[in-house]
């Protein structure tokens, strides 16, 4: 046991004197938190949107009216008007313009006759969340110009209500889950995997393998250290994280201590993992591949930055096996419902299944010789 | 002391390697060698890159297993009592392996930690062996501020940190610049003098067999050619006296061809994975 804490000691005495190996393994995820959580966080505004009206008469001017509302209010819109439909055409196709309302001439007829009336929005549907943004906005227009100027004091239709359980969570705080695991897996990484086969390239290990320190003593101290340095950078996220994304109470004591177990058990997963993949590669260039593709393979996936629902079967296999996914679900059930253990109990249960296997698997692939 | 402890094979000898052989795959790096090494010797295997010399070293400090044939270190097999030998033998391998963000003084105290050296006697023992390698001003300064030469004397330093009685020096001044070759030499012979050491060092540099070594054995493509000392090698020249001739000479007589062009030679024996630096 000794001479594993020795191995220990020695890993953490070299870390502490690596501060640009602490800094970099913890500020891009915090980057990335920061960039992407307010790059797909915020509401898309001053779209702009061409209105070619054919008809100019009171059903068309109240359209019209309810769009300028909306460019006036919530500034999602901003309205250019068209005399010529061609010229609005060659401007969506050309960019100029993201969307084209056109009233069509026979629009105020139909209205008052009941006879379907119809507008049409045509959208450049090249940029997906433009195009639903738009959608889904003058959608809400033409629903409010169908709502009668008179209203039952009882609504006689189903009305949906819809309660929010939690305050509002914006998608940065959607994201710390995700960074916070990233930030652990980077220093396992970095601190753990790339260290450890540039160690065994310089001929390091050679040093430690004539001394009589044992298979699982030498094991024992690479990974123990391992996952305290990937604690520390769980620790350090989670908490400048979560003032960063200004979740609630970001330093309440029971919910840190919850995080704390499971920041441990996710680094010793991870650590696990990047123990197995790299037990007997030799080649210095390889955990850097390796680490570029394990990266988009295991963050993606995980649910951390879009719903596990969204994605299509190939993609939710992986889920299934990658322990970011559980690290996530864990850390939002945390995080953002401030839930207890017995929430994320299969969480847990797969974080410590994992790191087992991995961990024992890797050891019996470990060469105590060259 | 080879042969006292309970568990050791009687033996008179620090090292006794008989007919072991390693092979790589198709490539055997060392072929049936044997030698032994007495007690209290200097004992060189010379012998260019490729030559089998690391190999041999790495199976005698347990980082290679034999492919067969046994060799017995202070009376320890090196297979089935491999944890004995360890903890009887100092090592220096060929790459530098300190720590370079470690000072001198926390490279020492770890492996005094490994190899489980009583904690009172830890800076008695780290400070004296300081003293002896001309470090102790340097103790507190990370490795990596030091010169090669300095580097080299801290791994020295680290190897003897638990009194071992036997050292293994792997190419100790290859990459060193002359003076700090030398420096390294006097230091050997002096720490050898006063510590009562066996030593059992490789390397290719002729001037350094000769300077060091009781007695050398020329390794060459896994085989070993001739083992004697550097006065009975240069005697065994035909039609010259020993003291003009020269270890290169020795070589290309025992061997056919000379070590300059024998260094330039690729080596698959060499370790897969060492880069120097």
Redesign the interface.
């Known amino acids: 046991m000794?001479?594993t804490l020795?191995i220990v000691?020695?890993e953490l005495?070299?870390f502490r004197?690596?501060p640009m190996l602490i800094v970099m393994s913890m500020v891009f995820p915090l980057l990335q938190l920061i960039v992407l959580g307010y790059a797909f966080g915020g509401n898309v505004k001053h779209l702009r949107l061409a209105v070619v009206d054919q008809d100019h008469s009171a059903p068309a001017v109240r359209i019209r009216e309810l769009a300028g509302a909306v460019a006036a209010g919530a500034r999602t819109l901003d309205l250019v008007e068209y005399a010529d439909p061609g010229q609005a055409m060659t401007d969506l196709r050309n960019g100029a313009v993201n969307g084209i309302l056109t009233i069509p001439p026979d629009f105020s007829r139909r209205t008052l006759t009941k006879n379907q009336p119809r507008v049409a929005l045509i959208v450049d549907n090249t940029d997906t969340f433009v195009s639903a943004t738009l959608g889904a906005t003058v959608n809400a227009l033409v629903s409010a110009s169908n709502t009668p100027v008179h209203v039952d004091r009882i609504a006689p239709t189903t009305v949906l209500d819809v309660v929010e359980v939690y305050p509002y969570v914006p998608y940065i705080q959607y994201l710390l889950p995700g960074s916070i695991t990233m930030s652990i897996f980077m220093m396992v990484m970095i601190g753990g995997g790339i260290i450890f086969i540039d160690d065994?390239?310089?001929?390091?290990h050679?040093?430690?393998?004539?001394?009589?320190?044992?298979k699982l003593e030498l094991v024992a101290g690479f990974n123990l250290s391992g996952t305290i340095k990937a604690v520390m950078a769980g620790a350090v996220i989670m908490v400048i994280g979560s003032l960063i994304a200004g979740v609630p109470n970001p330093l309440d004591p029971l919910r840190m201590l919850r995080m704390m177990v499971v920041i441990t058990l996710t680094a010793f997963a991870l650590i696990s993992l990047m123990f197995l993949l790299m037990v007997r590669v030799?080649?210095p260039l390889l955990p850097r591949a390796v680490f570029g593709v394990l990266n988009t393979v295991l963050y993606f996936p995980s649910g951390a930055v879009y719903p596990q629902a969204g994605f299509p079967g190939w993609m939710q296999v992986i889920a299934a096996v990658d322990p970011f996914t559980y690290a996530v679900h864990a850390f939002k059930s945390l995080l953002l419902k401030n839930t207890g253990f017995e929430a994320i109990g299969w969480d847990v249960l797969f974080l410590l299944v994992f790191s087992t296997v991995a961990m024992t698997a890797a050891t019996a692939l470990f060469k105590r010789?060259? | 002391m080879p042969g006292t402890n309970d568990r050791s094979l009687a033996t008179d000898n620090a090292i006794d390697v008989r007919d072991i052989v390693k092979t790589f795959g198709e490539f055997t790096a060392v072929d049936h060698v044997s030698f032994s090494v007495k007690v209290g010797e200097i004992f060189g295997l010379l012998g260019p890159n490729g030559a089998g010399k690391s190999t041999l070293i790495?199976m005698m400090?347990?980082?290679?297993?034999p492919s067969s044939g046994t060799a017995l270190v202070n009376g320890f097999d090196v297979v089935t009592q491999a944890?004995e030998v360890?903890?009887s033998?100092g090592?220096i391998?060929?790459?530098?392996?300190?720590?370079l963000?470690?000072s001198v003084r926390?490279n020492l105290l770890?492996?005094a930690?490994?190899?489980?050296v009583p904690r009172e006697k830890r800076s008695h023992l780290i400070h004296d062996l300081l003293e002896a390698v001309e470090l102790l001003q340097w103790a507190d300064k990370?490795v990596k501020q030091l010169s090669g030469g300095m580097r080299r004397r801290v791994e020295i330093a680290?190897g003897l940190v638990h009194q071992p009685r036997l050292f293994f020096l792997d190419e100790p001044t290859t990459g060193l610049d002359p003076v700090s070759r030398t420096a390294v030499w006097t230091m050997l012979q002096r720490i050898k003098a006063e510590r009562g050491l066996t030593v059992l060092l490789t390397t290719h540099y002729m001037d350094e067999a000769d300077k060091l070594c009781d007695r050398i054995a020329i390794v060459d493509h896994g085989h070993l050619v001739v083992l004697d000392t550097p006065e009975a090698l240069k005697a065994s020249i035909p039609g010259r006296s020993a003291e003009s001739v020269t270890l290169d000479e020795v070589f290309v007589h025992y061997t056919g061809r000379d070590l300059r062009d024998a260094l330039h030679e690729p080596s698959a024996a060499d370790?897969?994975?060492?880069?120097r630096?």
């Not at chain 2, 391998?93 to 720590?99: E, N």
């Open positions: 000794h001479r020795t000691e020695r005495r070299r004197r690596s065994k390239a310089r001929g390091l050679e040093g430690y393998l004539v001394t009589p320190i044992t030799t080649d010789t060259l | 790495r400090v347990t980082l290679l297993p944890d360890r903890r033998i090592v391998p060929q790459a530098m392996t300190s720590d963000e470690l926390e770890i492996f930690k490994l190899y489980g990370p680290r370790s897969p994975f060492v880069l630096r």
